[in-house]
Nanobody
């Protein structure tokens, strides 16, 4: 299985970005999937996750109301729509199962939010 996050970039505070996570291996319809992030000098944290049926989602308190996780099983792709971005959202974002599988960690995608 390979999980590849993409879509990061540099954005001003208050701006928006949409991250994508493409996966091989047929896990999209069977597993709980999530977006994680790791800011410089901090531990990796789970930002949002979505259940296999796509109907239930959960978010880190600090991103509630600003981020939206979704997925398209037919395309084996998961998304993270990020609005009203803040400098503290700056991090490398990864996708993985919940709980994570060590071998599934990809390189992630860097999101930098400037003041």
């Amino acid at each position: 299985v390979q999980l590849q996050a993409s879509g990061g970039g540099l954005v001003q505070a208050g701006g928006s970005l949409t991250l994508s996570c493409a996966a091989s291996g047929g896990i999209f319809s069977r597993k709980v999937l999530g977006w994680y992030r790791q800011a410089p000098g901090k531990q990796r944290e789970l930002v949002a996750h979505i259940f296999s049926n796509g109907g239930s989602t959960n978010y880190l308190e600090s991103v509630k109301g600003r981020f939206t996780i979704s997925k398209d099983n037919a395309k084996s792709t998961m998304y993270l729509q990020m609005n009203s971005l803040k400098p503290e959202d700056t991090a490398v974002y990864y996708c993985n199962q919940v709980p994570p599988v060590q071998s599934y960690w990809g390189q992630g995608t860097l999101v930098t939010v400037s003041i």
